[in-house]
């Protein structure tokens, strides 16, 4: 199977505004879920159930429990 990198990843703000000072964990968070595994991503998950304005700006993309909050609550 081929990991393709997340449709969202281009314009995401994540990268830019809440780790532009820490390149080495940005790209592991980016290697890890934007270039392989986006649909278990936590901001793609609250954007695909509820739009990109529901997703927190300050939502990491390992943060899987706040997501699963965030759709729960938004039921």
């Known amino acids: 199977m081929i990991a393709m990198d997340c449709p ?3 314009t995401c703000p ?3 505004d809440r780790l ?3 390149p080495s964990t940005s790209e592991l968070l980016k290697q890890r879920y934007c270039r ?3 649909e278990r991503c ?3 998950v609250v954007r695909e159930k509820l739009g ?3 997703v927190p700006p300050d939502l990491f993309p ?3 429990a706040r997501m699963r909050a965030i759709v729960v609550s938004s039921d």
């Open 8 to 10: 969202a990843l281009a």
């Open 14 to 16: 994540f990268f830019a």
């Open 20 to 22: 532009q000072n820490m």
């Open 36 to 38: 392989s595994n986006y």
């Open 42 to 44: 936590a901001r793609w």
């Open 52 to 54: 990109k304005e529901k």
């Open 62 to 64: 390992h943060e899987t």
